[in-house]
C-alpha cells in the first residue's frame, strides 16, 4: 500500500502518523515546493492519501481509497473534487486540549491573572490579600453553558463540573445529558440558556445552523458580567455584534482563539478582525491554538494511523465524513 | 463580652458579620493597629486579628484569639497571656486550589507568551496555520502534591480529572482517594520529587517544613518541572530557587507566596531580594491566590460561628494551639 502525506500540513504530521502505522505500507511526502511532475507522479500511484484538504485541480489520483484528513475540521475538503469510490476519515485527540484551553480561559478571566500578574512583575501589591486588596471570583459555583456537545464540549463539561460548575449544554441534537452535564437544551431554544450562564462556551462547528449563530440579540441576552469563550469557529459569532458588545460592554469579557481572518503568505501577521480586539481589556486573544499541544499531535496521529491500518486491514474505518 | 476586631482584615469581617453576632457581644473595631488604646485592649475578651505584637498595648483580659487568615505566624503568642487558644480560619480550598490548576495549564499552554504576543504582535506563530511548534497540556502529567491537607485535597480532587496522575507527600499517613495515586511520607519526599512534572507546595509553615525545598532537592526534580507555591515563602529556600530558575535546573515556578512584603515604608518592596522579576520563567502573584469572594463569605461564617461558640461557651473549632 502507497501513503502519500500531500501538502505541507500533512507533511508536518509524517513523524507523528507514520511511525505509528502497523501496517506494511511504502510512505511519501510532497508539498506545494515539489515540482509539478513529481506532485502528478506521487499522486498517480497513491492508495492513501493523508491530508487536510483536497482542492478542485488536484491533479489526478486514480487509486486513491481513503483520503485521510489529519484534523478534525472537514471545510477544506471540496468533496465534488475527488475521484469515485473514495472514503474520508477525519481524526480525533484535539478534544482533551481544547477543553483544557477552555477551563484556563475561564480560570484566567476569574482569577483576573493577567491584570493581576502584570500589576506584581511591575512592582505593585495593590491585589494582595494581605494588602486587603480588591477580590477576585471563584469558577466553583458559577454557571457555565457549553454550546455544542460534541467531544469537545463533553470533555469541557467533566473538567467544569469537576471544578464545582453548574454545567448546562445547548445541542442540536438532544439525547440523556452527558457527564457532567445538569441540563441540556435543544440549539433552537439557546435563548433559555444564556441568561442563566456566567459563562458560556461556544464548542461548535461552523455549520448552516452555527453561522451567526451569536449575534447581537444573543449578545443582550447574557449576563453583563458573562464571560463568552470560543474555541468553535470565528464565523459563529457576529464579527461586528462581538466587538460592539465588549466594547460597551454588553457582555463582560471573551476569549477568543478562532477568528474571521487568518494570515496568508503576504499578510503572515495579519490581524485576526477588521475590528481592534487587542486594545480591548476584556478580551484573551490567542492565534487558533487551543488544540495545538504535544498531546494532540500524539493522540490524533495514533487515531489517523490506527484508521489507516483498519482501511488496510479491510475492516470499516472509524470517523467516516463523506463517501465519493 | 468584648470582641475587639483588630486590622483592616478584621474590620471588613466585622462588618460582614456583626448581625451573625449574639446580641449581646459589645464590638470594637479598629482598622489601624497604631490606634489601639490600653483602654480597648486591656477590655477585650475576644480578639479577632490576623497580627498582634509585643509593642501592643496588653490585652490581659483575652481569652480567645480568632485569626481571620489560616497562617497564624503574625500574631506574636508570647505577647498574650497562658493558656489562650488561638483559632484560625479557612474557607480559602477552592480558591486556592483554583489556582494551583491555572497556573499548571497557563505554564503548561505557554499562555503568557502566546497571549502577549498574538495582542502586540499579531504573531500567529504558535498556531496550526504556521504548522507551530505545540505546547504543553496537563493531561498525563504527573503532580505531585506537598501537605494533602484541606488545600491539597481540593487540588488533588481538581487535578485528577484532568488526566493528571496524581502523588502526595504528608507528615501523617492519608487514605487514597480524592484521585491520589500514591501518599509518600514527608520524609520519603526525595522519592517523589523525580518523578513529577509539577511540584505544588500545599503545606503549612512550621519547623519541619522550612526551607524544605533546598537547592539539592530542587536539583532532584526534573529539569522541566514546573513548582508552584501558595503555601508560605520560607518553605523554599529563596536564593537556591532563584539559581535553579535563573539557571534552568528547573522549568519554571509559579510563586504566591514570598520572603519579602510590604511595609508602610516599603509599599512598593519587591517580595525577594533576588530579581526574580526579571526571570521569564516565572509565575509570580503578590499573595491572593486565596484572595476571593468565596474565601471571605465561608471565612466569615467559620469566625462569626467560633466567636459565637466561645460567647456561649460551646466547644471551639479550628483551633491551632494554646499560648
Known amino acids: ?62 487509486r486513491l481509497k481513503l483520503l485521510q484528513l489529519p ?51 511591575g512592582g505593585s501589591w495593590r491585589d494582595s490579600g494581605v494588602m486587603n486588596g480588591p477580590l477576585h471570583r471563584e469558577l466553583g459555583g458559577l454557571t457555565v453553558g457549553i454550546v455544542g456537545l460534541g467531544q469537545v464540549g463533553r470533555e469541557t463539561a467533566i473538567r467544569a463540573a469537576a471544578l464545582g460548575c453548574h454545567v448546562l449544554g445547548a445541542n442540536r441534537t438532544i439525547g440523556e445529558p452527558p457527564a457532567g452535564v445538569a441540563q441540556l437544551f435543544p440549539l433552537a431554544e439557546l435563548d433559555r440558556m444564556l441568561p442563566l450562564c456566567d459563562v458560556v462556551a461556544l464548542c461548535v462547528g461552523l455549520a448552516p445552523e452555527t453561522r451567526g449563530l451569536m449575534d447581537a440579540r444573543r449578545f443582550g441576552l447574557m449576563k453583563r458580567d458573562a464571560l463568552l469563550i470560543n474555541v468553535g469557529r470565528g464565523a459563529v459569532t457576529d464579527e461586528d455584534a462581538l466587538f460592539a458588545a465588549l466594547h460597551d460592554g454588553v457582555i463582560g469579557g471573551a476569549a477568543l482563539d478562532t477568528w474571521w481572518r487568518y494570515p496568508t503568505v503576504e499578510e503572515p501577521d495579519i490581524r485576526p478582525s477588521r475590528h481592534p480586539f487587542h486594545e480591548l481589556p476584556n478580551v484573551i486573544m490567542t492565534p487558533h491554538c487551543s488544540a495545538w499541544t504535544e498531546g494532540m499531535a500524539r493522540r490524533r496521529g495514533a487515531d489517523a494511523a490506527a484508521n489507516i491500518d483498519r482501511f488496510i486491514r479491510g475492516d470499516t474505518p472509524m470517523h467516516i465524513v463523506a463517501r465519493t | 463580652m468584648k470582641a475587639l476586631f483588630l486590622g483592616n482584615v478584621a474590620a471588613d469581617t466585622a462588618n460582614g458579620i456583626r448581625a451573625e453576632l449574639i446580641p449581646e457581644l459589645q464590638v470594637d473595631i479598629i482598622a489601624d493597629p497604631k490606634e489601639l488604646s490600653p483602654e480597648i485592649a486591656g477590655d477585650a475578651d475576644i480578639l479577632v486579628t490576623n497580627i498582634w505584637r509585643g509593642d501592643y498595648p496588653p490585652g490581659p483580659r483575652i481569652r480567645l484569639v480568632q485569626s481571620v ?67 504543553g497540556e496537563i493531561r498525563g502529567s504527573t503532580l505531585g502534591i506537598i501537605g494533602l491537607g484541606r488545600v491539597g485535597q481540593e487540588v488533588a480532587r481538581r487535578a485528577a480529572p484532568f488526566g493528571c496522575r496524581v502523588l502526595a507527600a504528608n507528615r501523617s499517613p492519608r487514605p487514597l482517594g480524592d484521585g491520589v495515586e500514591r501518599v ?73 507566596v514570598w520572603w519579602q ?45 467560633n466567636i459565637n461558640r466561645f460567647v456561649r461557651g460551646e466547644t471551639l473549632i479550628n483551633v491551632v494551639t494554646t499560648t
Open chain 2, 184 to 256: 509518600y511520607p514527608l520524609a520519603a519526599l526525595d522519592e517523589m520529587l523525580p518523578l513529577c512534572d509539577t511540584v505544588a507546595i500545599c503545606t503549612a509553615f512550621g519547623p519541619e517544613t522550612e526551607r524544605l525545598i533546598d537547592a539539592r532537592r530542587l536539583s532532584l526534580m526534573k529539569r522541566s518541572a514546573f513548582l508552584v507555591n501558595i503555601a508560605r515563602g520560607a518553605i523554599i529556600d529563596e536564593d537556591a530557587l532563584y539559581v535553579a530558575l535563573r539557571d534552568g535546573t528547573i522549568g519554571g515556578a509559579a510563586i504566591d
Open chain 2, 69 to 135: 487568615a489560616t497562617g497564624i505566624e503574625w500574631i506574636e503568642q508570647a505577647a498574650l497571656q497562658r493558656g489562650v487558644p488561638v483559632c484560625n480560619a479557612y474557607g480559602h480550598e477552592t480558591a486556592i486550589a483554583e489556582y494551583v490548576v491555572m497556573v499548571m495549564l497557563v505554564w503548561s499552554h505557554r499562555f503568557r507568551e502566546i497571549e502577549s504576543d498574538f495582542r502586540l504582535h499579531s504573531s500567529w506563530r504558535p498556531s496550526w496555520v504556521h504548522s507551530g511548534a505545540p505546547h
Open chain 1, 71 to 121: 484534523v478534525a475540521g472537514t471545510d477544506a475538503v471540496h468533496t465534488a473534487a475527488l475521484p469515485p469510490g473514495v472514503t474520508v476519515c477525519n481524526a480525533y485527540g484535539h478534544e482533551m486540549a481544547m477543553a483544557e484551553y477552555a477551563i484556563m480561559a475561564m480560570l484566567v478571566w476569574c482569577h483576573r491573572y493577567v491584570d493581576i500578574a502584570a500589576g506584581f512583575r
Open chain 1, 1 to 62: 500500500m502507497n501513503v502519500l502525506f500531500l501538502g505541507g500540513f500533512a507533511a508536518s504530521q509524517v513523524e507523528w502518523i507514520a511511525p505509528a502505522i502497523a501496517s506494511e505500507v511504502e510512505t511519501g511526502v510532497v508539498t506545494d515546493s515539489d515540482d509539478g511532475e513529481r506532485i502528478v507522479a506521487a499522486l498517480g500511484e497513491a492508495d492513501i492519501i493523508v491530508s487536510e484538504a483536497w482542492r478542485a485541480g488536484t491533479p489526478p489520483a486514480p
Open chain 2, 261 to 305: 512584603y510590604p511595609n508602610a515604608a516599603e509599599p512598593e518592596r519587591r517580595p525577594s531580594r533576588h530579581a526574580f522579576h526579571e526571570l521569564p520563567n516565572i509565575i509570580m502573584t503578590p499573595h491572593c491566590s486565596g484572595w476571593t469572594g468565596g474565601m471571605v463569605r465561608r471565612r466569615w461564617d467559620e469566625v462569626a460561628g
